[in-house]
């Protein structure tokens, strides 16, 4: 049935009970049929409603999604109707983490609802808990379809883990965070333009990272992987090889992202004229972030992704860090051997090797506080002079689970602040790299700061003094920004 039969039936169902109520004036202006029924009658599911929830909701509420219900038809949402009403109201779905001050991001609209929408989706889901209408319950709502697109002189480069892996929690842990080798078959230097990143097992995937692995770093990677029993490595925070996230010469002014995903996103394409440079044979360490919450399935997930010759001269992307240190201590009335920081330190190291008992304290001098006597505190920050000129094109930040919340500013307390990334509800399982629609420009008179506030209530386990690290019981508080040259 074309949706305007139904719209002019809900027009005269409209007018009837505008009669009722008297009000004849309202009535002629309803009755000639060009007036916006949408503010008296419920609004028409297949017309109003389903095009946002196509664009908004299925990204994850599909069969094998990382929701825990699909939206296959109309009558899937009308029956979850209340739920669909507070999470609506309560700002719970889509998530998306970034507060509403943070500034505009590319693909937020096809991620987020504005008040128009959620404003539909809201009265139509209300109206079904009245007088759920009994036409069209079976209307399907197929997921649109991820538009693959390489542009005339980009080639499709397509990498999958080698094999399907089981994840697997370490210690009665429900997320596995593991790392595999792929080859992209780079023969020639290049740079990536977009990167696609498709779940194997949707639902228990959530989140992905690429990081660019150089050529001379494929060695330690291919040890790592052959010494740990099955696919790949175990890989908390950051790739484990090649530098990674707690180490290794000039990490923090390329840390070689290529790209991040988080469920809900579709592929992820670099500013126009932008590239990752990918050096002849650099491959790349795929990051898996899984949450056996939602089942124990094998997975087998690849990304696709398009590359350029070297000689289209892109402007290079560089991923830029800005970590702060953490000192979190017990709290107070907790105790236990590890509550003392020394002693910390050295379990760090156990676990890690010597070389992580330097970032603690290269992270405290790094910030300029002193690294003799550090202060614990639940909030981090970190400010940086930035050493060039840059334009700021994609902020990140990353946290573990000890999380509450970060922001990623430009000259705080200045005339020339600029909020890049605020998400004031931290969630690990939520996370992402946000491009900002308008980039930002700055240089060597600008200071990024990145401030953390991390939570001891949320730690699970053995009491014990936090410091960054690369394990599930440590943490970090990272901003993450992808810059070009200017
Ligand atoms: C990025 C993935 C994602 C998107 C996009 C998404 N959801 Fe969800 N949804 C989830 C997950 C995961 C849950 C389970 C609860 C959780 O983890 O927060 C959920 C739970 C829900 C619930 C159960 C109640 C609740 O709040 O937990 C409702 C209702 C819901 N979603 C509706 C929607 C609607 C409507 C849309 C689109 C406007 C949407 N969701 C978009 C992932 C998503």
Redesign the pocket.
């Known amino acids: 049935m074309p949706s305007g039969v139904v719209s002019s039936r809900v027009l005269v169902l409209a007018a009837g009970a505008l009669v009722a109520l008297g009000v004849p004036a309202l009535l002629a202006l309803s009755s000639s049929g060009s007036a916006p029924a949408a503010t008296a009658a419920a609004p028409d599911f297949a017309r109003d409603v389903a095009p946002?929830?196509r664009e908004?909701?299925?990204?994850?509420?599909r069969d094998g999604?990382?929701?825990?219900?699909a939206?296959r038809t109309e009558r899937d949402?009308a029956s979850?109707a209340s739920?669909?009403v507070?999470?609506?109201t309560?700002g719970?779905?889509?998530?998306w983490p970034p507060s509403a001050r943070s500034p505009a991001y590319l693909g937020q609209a096809a991620?987020t609802?504005d008040r128009r929408?959620?404003e539909t989706?809201v009265r139509w889901?209300r109206s079904q808990l009245v007088r759920p209408g009994p036409a069209r319950r079976g209307t399907p709502l197929a997921p649109k379809p991820t538009p693959e697109r390489a542009f005339p002189g980009e080639t499709r480069r397509e990498v999958a883990m080698p094999a399907a892996y089981r994840p697997a929690g370490a210690n009665g842990s429900t997320d596995d965070y593991r790392c595999f080798l792929l080859d992209p078959k780079l023969t020639n230097d290049g740079f990536v333009t977009s990167a696609r990143i498709v779940p194997g097992a949707a639902a228990l995937v959530h989140h992905v990272i690429l990081y660019r692995l150089p050529a001379a770093a494929v060695g330690e990677a291919r040890r790592l992987d052959g010494r740990t029993p099955g696919h790949g490595w175990t890989c908390f925070g950051g790739p484990g090889v090649g530098g990674g996230t707690s180490g290794g010469r000039g990490f923090l002014d390329d840390a070689g992202w290529i790209a991040a995903w988080?469920?809900?996103?579709g592929s992820d394409r670099l500013r126009t004229g932008t590239g990752i440079e990918m050096p002849a044979g650099s491959r790349i360490v795929m990051q898996v972030h899984y949450n056996l919450l939602n089942g124990r399935r094998p997975d087998r997930s690849r990304a696709v992704l398009t590359t350029v010759p070297a000689d289209r001269r892109l402007t290079p992307v560089q991923t830029l860090l800005l970590p702060a240190p953490v000192e979190l201590a017990c709290r107070r009335g907790e105790s236990g051997p590890l509550c003392e920081r020394t002693a910390a330190v050295f379990d760090q190291v156990d676990r890690f090797g010597a070389d992580s008992a330097l970032v603690a304290s290269g992270l405290l001098l790094l910030c300029g506080k002193d690294a003799a006597r550090p202060v614990p505190s639940v909030v981090s920050s970190c400010e940086r002079r930035l050493d060039r000129p840059v334009t700021i094109q994609a902020v990140a930040g990353h946290m573990h689970l000890l999380g509450r919340s970060i922001r990623v500013e430009l000259n705080p307390g200045t005339p020339r602040a600029r909020l890049l990334l605020e998400i004031p509800r931290w969630?690990f399982?939520?996370q992402a790299s946000y491009t900002l629609r308008r980039p930002v420009e700055a240089g060597p008179e600008d200071v990024l700061r990145v401030t953390c506030r991390h939570d001891a209530r949320l730690r699970r386990g053995e009491p014990r003094y936090v410091l960054w690290g690369e394990g599930t019981t440590d943490e970090m508080c990272l901003g993450v920004l992808q810059v070009t040259p200017r």
């Open positions: 946002i929830v908004t909701c299925l990204g994850c509420h999604g990382i929701a825990p219900f939206f949402l979850r739920l669909i507070a999470a609506l309560e719970r779905m889509p998530p991620r609802l929408e959620r989706l889901a988080a469920p809900g996103w969630s399982h939520w």
